[in-house]
C-alpha cells in the first residue's frame, strides 16, 4: 500500500505533489471543512505553503476557508446550466462540467485523462476518477441537490461518488484504521446505501475497528448493524469504550452466519451482549472469541458477580461448538461457568486459553478442568487459584505445551517446587518451550527482601558491612540463576582449543630467560583451604590431615615456601582462603609457623552464603548469627576474585609489588611453583592475563573440565554444562584430550579490573543438599578456572602428571605415603626407581574413611612396582608387605582376609577367607 502523501500547493501553476495518492473524503475533519474547500485554500493562496496532512487534528486546526471568488462560481453555474445537453458518456463529463470547474492545474489533468476514459468504472478507478469526486460535492452539485433530478450528468455524478466511494474504502480503509483516523466519518461514507457500497459491505471479510476507540460510538455501530455484513468473518471492537451493551448486542444480532473471529477485548458489554451471542446464529462457526476485560462494569459490582452474568457466561460457554481460542482474562466468572466450559463440545479443541485475574473459582475446579484441556498449547492462570496440583498434572500430561503463564499464582512457592521436582519436565520448561516464568521476578523481589532482613539481624557493625558486601554478590548471582535457568551449552558450537591456545610445558622450561629472583619478587601463592575433611571421614580442614611422616598438607606446603624464599632470597608471600568453615581452626593451627624465617602467612575468609530451600527459594537461616552451620554454604572456589579483593588482601599483595598469583588446591601435592610457567607469564608483560594448567586425560579423570573454543572465545566445559545425551562423549579422552588441574597463575591489576567492573559472569553450578531434617536445599556455586574468558590472552599449558597430585580419596593418600614418592623440602617427587607413571589404586568402602584406612593398613607398603591394586571387604594388611605388578584382594561378605606382615603379592588374586597368626 503506498503510503498517502501530504498535498502541498506552492502557486497557482504548480501541479500537486503525488495526487495520485491522496483519497478525498468530505467532512473527515472535527472541524467540518472537505479537503476540496482546503485544496481550494491552497491554491488561491500562491504565495504561501500550506501543507494538509492526514489527520484530524491537522484538519482541526486550519482556519476556515474563504468564501471562493465569483468567477468560480459563475463558471460552476455556467456549467450545470450545460448539464442537460450530457450523455452518458464520461468524457464530456469531464471535458464539459468538470474542467471548467477545478483549480487550473486538476483541469488540465482531467482534461488529459478525458480522452482515455472508456467507462465510469474506469473513471472511478483512476486518480482523476478521484480528483472529481474530490472537488463535486462543493461545485458541481449545485444542479443535483432536488432528490428528483433525474438527468444523465446528475445520475452519472451519483454512480461515481459510488464507485469511488467502494474503491476508497477497499484500498485506504486498512490504512487509515492503523493509522487511528477518523472512523466515524470513514463509516458514514462506507455505509451509504448506494450500489457501490453495498456489494463492498456484501464482500467485506475482515473488519478491524480497534484502532477507532475513541471515534467509535452507538450511532457508528448502527451504520454497521445497518449494513448487510454477509460474508464477515472477522470483527474487532476492541478497545472502544463508548459502545454500550445494547449497540454491541444489536450488532452481533444483526451480523448473519459465518463470524469465525470476534473480540470484545475492553468493551463495556453486558448481559445482554452475552445473552444475544449466545443464541447468535454465528456463534457455532465461532472459532476465536476475546471477552477479555478489564473494566469493572457492567459485568460485576462492587466486585461480586451478577448472578445475570453468570448466566449468560454459561449459555455463551454451551453454545460454542467450534472454538479454538478463548480469552477471558479478567471476566469475573465463578465456578458455574468453568463447568460450563467443561460440558461444551469446544474444551477438547481449545488450544488457547486465557483465565488470568480471576480469583471467584476454587481450586479444586482448576483440577477438574486440567484433563479436558487435551489439544492445549497456550494457556494463562496467572492470578487465580489455580493449586500445585492441577499445575502438576497439566505440565505431566500435556507435554505439548508451547506457553504457560502462571505468575503471581497464588500457591507460586509449591509451582516452584512442582517444576523443579520433575527432572523431565526441567529441560521441556525451559528449552524446549517459550515459558512465561514471571515466578522468577517474584524469587528474586522476595530474595532481595529476605536478604535485607537477615542483614538486620546482625548485632556487629563490622559483620554486617562484610555481609552486605557479600549479599550484593550473592544476589547478583541468585538473579541469574533465575534467568539463566535451564540455558544449556549449544554443543554444536563447541570446537577444540586452537593451537596456540594450549602450550606443551617443555615449551616453555626451553623458552626460560629471567632470574628466578626477578620472577620471584612478583608472585604470591595462593591456597584454597575451605575444605573440611568429612570425605575422609576426618573433622576439622581438610589441610590439617597428615599425609607423610606425620606432616599435614599446610605442613609440607609451607616447607615448599620456606624453601623457596630462602633459596632464592625472595619473600614469596602464602595467602590462605579459608571458609567460615575452616577459617578459626587454620588461624589456630597457623600460630605454630610464627617466627619461622622465610615464611609470611596471609589468610581472609571466603563469602558465607545462605543456603536455599528447594521450593519456596527462600534462604535457610533466618538470622544473621544462625549458629547451624549446614544453614550457610561457601560457594565454591570461583569466589577466590571477589572475596581476595573484598578482604582488602588484593590491595596488600599490590602494595608489596606482587603482580601475579598463583592459585591451586591445598590438597594438590603436585601444585608448586613452576618458574618456567611464572617466567612466560612475567615476559609476556601484560598480554597473558591468566594461565590455566591442564594435564592429559586418563580413565580416572574423564569427569574433570577441558578447554574448549566456544563462539570464538577460550572457555572451560565443566561435566555439568553437558546436555546429557553427550556426556559419554564428553568422557572420552580421543575427543577431549586434556583436563583442568585448577592450578591457575592470574594477573593481579586484571582481578583487580574485572571485580570492579563486575565482569566475571562464571557460569552457576547448583550443587543440590539435604539437611538433616529431610528438607532439600541447593547452593549456587562458580569454580575459579571458568573465569578464564574474562582475563585478557588466556592460555592453557600442558603440564606433566607430576604436578597433579590430589588426595581427595584415601587411595590417594596411599599413594602418596608409599615409597613412590620421595618427600624433597616439602615436595613429592615421584621415585627415580620408579618406571612409568603412579599405579591405579582402588579400596573399598571399609577403607575409604581415616578410621578405617589407618586401623586396616598397619604400615604402607613397597609400592615401587605396583601396576594395580584392588581391595574391597574386611581386609587388614599387615607390616613391611610389598605389592607388585596386578594385585586385587577380595573378602566377601561374612569373610575376613588378613594379609600376614612380610608377605609378597606379585600378579596375585586372593579371595575367601584367610587368617595367619603368630605362633
Known sequence: MTELSTLRYTGATSPPVRLEHVVALETIGESGQSL????????????????????????????????????????????H???????????????????????????????????????????????????????APATLRGACTNPGDS??????????????????????????????ANCRALMQLAFVPTPATSRLAA????????????????????????????????????????????AVASLLGSLTSGLEELSLANVFFGVETLTQLAVAPHVASLKVLNLSHRLSEPLAQRGQLMPATSQALCALLGSVTALRVLDLDGVPFDASAISALIDSPSVSRLISLTVARNVLVPPQFWLALVPHLVSIRYLDVRRTLMTDEAILLLLQSRPELEVFKISRALHWAGTLHVIQHVPSLLALYFDATVVHLALHNQADVRMRAELDELLATAQDAEDQFMMQQEFKTYHKLFSRYLNEAGSTIKWDKIQ????????????????????????????AVLKLNGG??????????????????????????????????TTHGVSVPLVLMNSFNTHEDTLRIVRKYEGIEGVNILTFNQSRMPRIFKESLTPVPQTADDPDRTHWYPPGHGDVYASLERSGIL??????????????????????????????????????????????KTKADVKGGTIITYEGRSKLLEIAQVPSDKVEEFKSIKKFKIFNT??????????????????????????????????????????????????????????????????KKTSDLLLVQSNLYDLVSGSLILSPLRIGGPPVIKLGAEFSKMAGYQSRILSTPDLLELDHLTISGDVILGSDITLRGTVIIVASHGEHIDVPSGAVFENKIVTGSLRILDH
Open 203 to 246: 464482500s467485506l471479510t475482515s473488519l478491524d475497528l480497534s484502532r477507532c476507540a475513541w471515534s467509535m460510538t452507538d450511532a457508528s455501530v448502527e451504520l454497521l448493524a445497518s449494513a448487510k455484513l454477509s460474508a464477515l468473518r472477522k470483527l474487532s471492537l476492541a478497545s472502544c469504550p463508548h459502545l454500550s451493551d445494547p
Open 151 to 180: 438527468s444523465p450528468a446528475c445520475q452519472m455524478l451519483k454512480d461515481l461518488d459510488a464507485l469511488v466511494a467502494g474503491q476508497v474504502l477497499s484500498e485506504w480503509w486498512p490504512w487509515w484504521v492503523a493509522r487511528g
Open 36 to 79: 476540496e474547500e482546503l485544496r481550494w485554500m491552497a491554491w488561491q493562496e500562491s504565495k504561501q505553503t500550506v501543507s494538509v496532512a492526514a489527520s484530524s487534528s491537522s484538519f482541526a486546526a486550519a482556519p476556515p476557508p474563504p468564501a471562493p471568488p465569483a468567477e468560480w462560481t459563475a463558471a460552476v453555474r455556467a456549467s
Open 532 to 565: 573440611l575433611g568429612t570425605t575422609m571421614g576426618c573433622v576439622g580442614p581438610k589441610s590439617a590431615i597428615e599425609v607423610r611422616a606425620g606432616q599435614t598438607f599446610l605442613d609440607l606446603t609451607v616447607r615448599q615456601i620456606q624453601h623457596l624464599n
Open 651 to 696: 590491595d596488600a599483595l599490590r602494595s608489596m609489588g606482587k603482580e601475579i598469583v598463583f592459585i591451586s588446591n591445598v590438597d594438590n601435592l603436585g601444585a608448586t611453583v613452576s618458574l618456567p610457567i611464572l617466567d612466560k607469564m612475567v615476559s609476556s608483560d601484560g598480554d597473558i592475563e591468566f594461565i590455566m594448567e591442564v594435564t592429559d
Open 742 to 807: 585448577n592450578s591457575l597463575w592470574c594477573s593481579l591489576p586484571a582481578i583487580k579490573r574485572l571485580v570492579n567492573d563486575n565482569a566475571l559472569n562464571m557460569d552457576i553450578i547448583v550443587n543440590n543438599k539435604s539437611l538433616s531434617d529431610g528438607s532439600s536445599v541447593i547452593q549456587l556455586e562458580q569454580a575459579c578456572g571458568a573465569a578464564m574468558e574474562y582475563f585478557r590472552g588466556a592460555i592453557g599449558v600442558n603440564v606433566p602428571r607430576s604436578r597433579f597430585l590430589p588426595v
Open 81 to 135: 446550466a450545460a448539464a442537460a445537453e450530457f450523455t452518458t458518456d464520461p468524457r464530456l463529463l469531464l471535458q464539459s462540467v468538470v474542467a471548467p470547474a477545478l483549480p487550473p492545474p486538476a483541469a488540465a489533468a482531467a482534461r488529459r485523462a478525458a480522452g482515455d476514459v472508456r467507462s465510469l468504472e474506469e473513471l472511478a478507478a483512476g486518480a482523476v476518477g478521484r480528483l472529481v469526486h474530490a472537488h
Open 496 to 523: 577444540p582449543p586452537a593451537d596456540d591456545l594450549v602450550i606443551p610445558f617443555e615449551e616453555l622450561a626451553a623458552e626460560a630467560r629471567l632470574p628466578p629472583k626477578e620472577l620471584l619478587s612478583k608472585l
